[in-house]
């Protein structure tokens, strides 16, 4: 039986495909290209190039490969665009999703997982935020993957599909092999735009609010390593082939760094001290998001190899440095 990742030529995606191969499952990509790369897709697996809102090509898919597990990745992922094109991430994220859980339930698929956000939780009130936190996103980013996770508990009950909605903090590292991180050149993330900096593909860093009521006045985050996400994701989905419950669970270490903290980290792992602007705060950002989590470490059994920011900061600064030199070997 297969395992279908949508966006798995993505960032988080192919550190997926990498993990369920890793654990010698049969996997298929699809994924339309539109912020991934076909050559972040693991050889082994099969590629089908297109969206995630057509309906009949994910049946045909999910036929011929015998699928019987879908996780699904694709979806527009920044915050701050989401504020100035709120119908577009409803298009991409709310009604696409839609449509492959349609699919799915079309086409008798009884395990999904879905790549949610602590954006649904928008400005909690408690931190560490807990599962069960009112759900209130401020950004439409948050409230387009908040409507699909209750359109899958609301099919989940009206239909035999099982599903475990991860809500990821902020994801950053890369796979500690070499295989895979993050290479859109346009990636907005924090550790992403201070390792390019810290190897002078950008001139500065600027930081986006010093007002924030947080120690330091500037945002916290709870950064957790890409590859520690994919291995949750592998046991969520033995979780649910196990007979486990439909359910929601946050994906962090439960630690928050402030922005100026992870400056401090590029810097002091990469050895370079770059320019850093302070400017004026960013839309649609929480002032702190910190995971409660403690539910996916009782249920699932997962343990973090990689906590750890300067960890995660050199794995990332690792892949930065491969991407530079695959550049200049193409030069
Ligand atoms: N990066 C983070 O910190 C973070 C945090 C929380 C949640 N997430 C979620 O994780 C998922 C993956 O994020 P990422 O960081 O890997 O982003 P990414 O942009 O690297 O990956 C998204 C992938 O989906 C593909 N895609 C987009 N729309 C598609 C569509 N309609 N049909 C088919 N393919 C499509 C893109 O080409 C890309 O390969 C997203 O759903 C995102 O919302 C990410
Ligand atoms: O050049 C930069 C980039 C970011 N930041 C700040 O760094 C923090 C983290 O920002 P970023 O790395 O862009 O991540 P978030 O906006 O927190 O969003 C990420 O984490 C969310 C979950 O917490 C996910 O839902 C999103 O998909 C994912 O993009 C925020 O306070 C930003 O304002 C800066 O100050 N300067």
């Known amino acids: 039986m297969t395992v279908l990742v949508t966006g798995g030529a993505g960032y988080i ?17 699809l994924d339309n290209l539109s912020t991934g790369f076909r050559w972040a897709v693991h050889p082994e697996a099969a590629f089908v190039e297109g969206d995630c809102g057509d309906e009949a090509l994910l049946g045909k898919v999910i036929r011929e490969h015998g699928v019987d597990a879908i996780v699904h990745f694709a979806g527009s992922i920044v915050v701050p665009d989401s504020v100035a094109d709120p119908l577009g991430y409803y298009l991409n994220n709310t009604v696409r999703s839609r449509a ?14 879905f790549s ?18 009112p759900l209130d996103p401020v950004s ?11 359109m899958l508990r609301d099919t989940a009950r009206a239909h035999p599909l099982k599903y475990v ?4 903090f902020n994801v950053a590292g890369a796979d500690p092999a070499g295989r895979s991180g993050q290479s859109s050149p346009r990636a907005t993330h924090l ?7 810290a190897l002078g593909e950008r001139t500065h860093l600027d930081v986006f609010g010093t007002d924030y009521p947080t120690p330091d006045g500037t945002c916290l985050r709870d950064y957790i390593h890409v590859s520690d996400l994919a291995r ?18 946050n994906c962090g270490y439960g630690r928050g760094y402030s922005v100026l903290e992870v400056i401090e980290a590029v810097k002091r792992v990469s050895g370079v001290d770059f320019p850093v602007n302070h400017v004026p705060r960013r839309a ?43 550049r200049q070997a193409a030069e």
Do not use: C
């Not at 349609?102 to 997982?113: D, E, K, Q, T, Y």
């Not at 949750?232 to 669970?249: I, Q």
């Open 191 to 197: 550790i992403k735009v201070a390792t390019q900096a």
């Open 13 to 29: 995606g192919s550190h997926m495909v990498l993990a369920l191969r890793d654990a010698g499952r049969e996997v298929v990509v």
């Open 116 to 133: 949610s956000t602590a954006a649904v939780y928008g400005d909690a009130k408690e931190s560490p935020i807990i599962e069960a936190a």
């Open 165 to 168: 909605a991860l809500r990821y």
């Open 284 to 326: 649609g950002d929480p002032a702190a998001l910190v995971a409660g989590a403690g539910r996916i470490r009782e249920t699932l059994g997962w343990k973090p190899e990689f906590d750890h920011l300067d960890t995660i900061v050199a794995h990332a600064l690792a892949w930065e440095r491969s991407l530079a030199a695959r």
């Open 100 to 113: 492959l859980i349609a699919a799915a339930v079309a086409n008798g698929v009884p395990r999904f997982l």
């Open 232 to 249: 949750a994701h592998v046991l969520a989905l033995d979780y649910l082939a196990a007979g486990g419950e439909s359910t929601v669970f």
């Open 140 to 150: 439409p980013y948050g409230t387009s993957k908040l409507m699909t996770e209750m």
